[in-house]
């Protein structure tokens, strides 16, 4: 017997891709790369039948939106439920609502690749044009609050004739640089991405529109050794930023609350327990969107159980951070001594009149994801999509919890003031869903959805670890 | 009169696995400066081409990176502390810690666009035709097809490597004039 060489001691052990199981989990049919390109290109060329039907539907209850966004520029946001003391109500809670799904697709995208996780091969692409979906949306709702959207532009730094500069001490001139850098990283990373799919649809779509429409986007792309390699180091450099960027974003967006005195807001745990609920909503809305998906479109062969059970195991590690974050907001309030934050750590919220808005968030976002230990649950589409709908409720009345009760009682009781929701802050809402959902099934309809290349490169790097 | 254009020499392949194979073989039969197109990233094909690793995107991204936070950092100072100093409850006008976060994210954003147009930029890109497409069947690379290739020399007939290619099974073999190829 000869001394080899001794292995290094590695901190952790590197996944062994050798095993058949995980082939068979990850990519259990084995295909040509012709059989694998024409699969998923087929699905853009010819969709489903009902998907034209869906698009124009969702196009219809967008107009519920436009309509909604018209009406408030022309009479002011006075149309909606907000008063004073209860200044941000609705507004903000769908923009952190959105901005906090938008994070799951970057982070999929980024740190998976990072990691080297191989089952984000087939869903990057997907929760990747979801977080851009999301963000667009989280967008509108800032410019709105604003009153006046036609000056958003004074929020950007320019030498103006007025004299004055936008007050960068302030979160709010944060949010603004963090979510124009995420929604524009998040945007060059997936297009990066895509190229190759767009070159391939060029090449391969039979009408000559289609050829000219895909040439143009693929910008060229040939798919030489070097561009491969270029677009490779430029991915995994795109990846490298992408990572911090995310934790940054809703760090960010949760120091428009923690920099605030208002009880039940400033609080220094409020960065990490915000990027954990942000990318725990992200993963169910990933969830809901790729359980019918896959579907309908018949991918399970290519989104399988196993990718279900790993991002139910993801909902599960976040919805446990989510959990131990409330433990510890409502015990540094109890410990910190401080009677306002007491009195709504330990009254307003649990007891006192938002008591059913509390406990609804605690059943919704701690109780429900205590069914994803059980395998059986993990594993059936049902049941996932169900508890995802479940968590994404509880993630939205969390928003509106921290929210309204910390607003509407903070420390004169002279000032404290109740919220009831307009027609019109709901109408927003469902719009933004329906306009979610509509860009969301165009991109189905016109892009590849499933990486193709990367499928094809992931199923060489397996049949070559065999 | 002077020549313009290079000849090159084109072979299709069927695999990934063939291709890679056809590379090795080319290299230790000394055939250097060989080109490939294939329709997923190989980085053992890479290896096997000896193509050098881009240090100018990495370079640059780091260049951008400091640009965007210095940049930004000299924005806020000068309008919060020079041009349009505001005493809100006698804070320090110019604050570094308030300052981080639009630092991070400028830095970011100077970064993840300097890559993406450095990327561009090395590959050529944007670029609407080809020399390539001139080949029949070259459209399938972006689908299933793998091509290796070289330009030759002008004294070089390419008989050597065509030779080469075929024993190495590639099953069409093409010459093809103009250059643009990378």
């Not at chain 1, 279900?308 to 410990?335: H, N």
Request: aromatic letters at 14%.
């Amino acid at each position: 017997m000869t001394a080899g060489p001794v292995e290094p001691a590695r901190l952790w052990p590197t996944p062994d891709f050798s095993a058949p199981a995980d082939q068979v989990a990850l990519l259990p049919r084995a295909q040509s790369d012709a059989e694998l390109s024409a699969e998923l290109l087929e699905k853009v060329l010819h969709p489903p039948r009902w998907l034209g039907t869906a698009i124009a539907l969702t196009g219809a209850c967008s107009a519920v939106l436009a309509a909604c966004v018209v009406y408030t520029l022309l009479t002011g946001i006075g149309v909606w439920g907000n008063n004073i003391p209860v200044a941000w109500a609705f507004g903000i809670t769908n923009f952190v609502w959105w901005i906090g799904i938008g994070h799951a697709g970057t982070f999929i995208s980024a740190f998976l690749l990072l990691l080297e996780q191989r089952w984000r091969t087939s869903i990057n692409r997907f929760a990747e044009a979801m977080t851009l979906f999301a963000v667009v949306q989280a967008g509108i709702f800032p410019l709105l609050h604003m009153g006046r959207a036609w000056f958003f532009y004074w929020l950007i730094p320019y030498p103006s004739t007025m004299g004055v500069w936008p007050q960068f001490r302030s979160s709010l001139t944060w949010d603004v640089a963090a979510v124009s850098t995420y929604l524009t990283v998040s945007f060059l990373f997936w297009y990066l991405g895509l190229i190759p799919d767009l070159a391939a649809l060029r090449d391969y779509a039979p009408e000559r529109w289609r050829r000219r429409l895909y040439a143009i986007s693929a910008l060229g792309w040939h798919g030489s050794a070097t561009t491969w390699r270029t677009q490779r180091i430029a991915y995994g450099l795109l990846a490298a930023l992408a990572a911090p960027l995310v934790v940054s974003v809703h760090s960010i967006v949760s120091m428009d609350f923690a920099i605030g005195v208002l009880p039940g807001w400033h609080s220094t745990i409020f960065p990490p327990y915000f990027v954990a609920g942000a990318i725990y909503s992200g993963f169910a809305m990933v969830l809901t969107l790729l359980i019918p998906a896959r579907r309908l479109y018949r991918l399970e062969h290519l989104i399988t159980t196993e990718h279900l059970d790993k991002m139910a195991k993801m909902l599960l590690v976040t919805g446990s951070l989510i959990s131990y974050a409330y433990v510890v907001e409502i015990y540094l309030a109890w410990v910190g001594g401080d009677s306002f934050e007491r009195h709504m750590l330990l009254w307003v919220r649990p007891r006192g009149p938002f008591a059913p808005l509390f406990w609804t968030v605690i059943a919704c976002n701690c109780g429900s994801p205590l069914f994803l230990w059980s395998r059986r649950v993990r594993r059936s589409a049902l049941c996932l999509f169900t508890l995802t709908l479940t968590i994404q409720l509880g993630m939205w009345l969390e928003r509106l919890m921290l929210i309204i009760t910390s607003l509407s009682a903070d420390f004169l009781p002279t000032i404290a003031h109740g919220y009831r929701p307009t027609v019109i802050d709901g109408a927003l809402l469902v719009g933004t869903l329906s306009f979610f959902l509509f860009l969301f099934l165009l991109f189905l309809r016109f892009v590849p959805f499933i990486p193709v290349s990367e499928l094809k490169a992931l199923q060489f790097e397996l049949r070559g670890r065999q | 009169m002077k020549q313009t254009c290079n000849a090159e020499l084109w072979a299709e392949f069927e695999s990934g696995e063939a291709a890679l194979s056809a590379v090795r073989s080319l290299r230790e039969q000394g055939f250097a400066s060989l080109q490939a197109f294939t329709p997923y990233p190989l980085p053992e094909l890479e290896e096997a081409l000896g193509l050098p690793r881009p240090r100018l995107i990495p370079f640059l991204a780091l260049v951008a990176a400091s640009a965007g936070a210095g940049g930004s950092f000299v924005l806020m100072w000068w309008t919060a502390a020079r041009d349009y100093p505001l005493n809100v409850g006698g804070r320090p006008l110019n604050s570094f810690v308030t300052d981080i976060p639009i630092m991070f994210e400028s830095a970011v954003l100077c970064a993840a666009l300097a890559i993406f147009f450095a990327t561009l930029f090395c590959s050529g890109m944007p670029r609407l035709n080809h020399p390539l497409d001139r080949i029949a069947g070259f459209e399938r690379t972006s689908i299933d097809r793998f091509w290796i290739g070289a330009s030759l020399d002008r004294q070089d007939t390419g008989e050597a490597l065509s030779r080469a290619l075929t024993r190495l099974g590639a099953p069409r073999v093409h010459w093809h004039t103009g250059s643009g190829a990378e």
